[in-house]
């Protein structure tokens, strides 16, 4: 069973950036076919923010196209999430995913992002 812990969550102010890591253990995480990022603000559901299949095919959420990257270093057994631009409403919780077949999927505990001034 893979365990995902991430990291660099924190305290950023609007239109600022934050790098989000997530590193794998326990498990060979080249085997995870797709791996991403949701998050869940308080009152609300989680959602989708990036992931990766194939380790080339990207998927964003509307809400953060254009302005967030997610690459993965299956070296490094890591999951990166560039946020760039950030805004007040990209505050939540942002939670590590992967997935393969079987199906088997986990998730991080998760990581705090506040945006503020």
């Known amino acids: 069973q893979v365990q995902l812990v991430e990291s660099g969550g924190g305290l950023v102010q609007p239109g600022g950036s934050l790098r989000l890591s997530c590193v794998a253990s326990?498990?060979?995480?080249?085997?995870?076919?797709?791996v991403g990022w949701y998050r869940q603000a308080p009152g609300k559901q989680r959602e989708l923010v990036a992931t990766?299949?194939?380790?080339?095919?990207?998927k964003y959420g509307d809400v953060v196209r254009g302005r967030f990257t997610i690459s993965r270093d299956n070296a490094k057994n890591m999951l990166n999430l560039q946020m760039n631009s950030v805004k007040p409403e990209d505050t939540a919780v942002y939670y590590c995913?992967?997935?393969?077949?079987?199906?088997?999927?986990?998730w991080g505990q998760g990581t705090q992002v506040t945006v503020s001034s």
């Open positions: 995913y992967v997935w393969r077949p079987g199906p088997v999927e986990s």
């Open positions: 326990g498990s060979i995480f080249s085997d995870y076919v797709t």
């Open positions: 990766i299949t194939g380790g080339i095919y990207t």
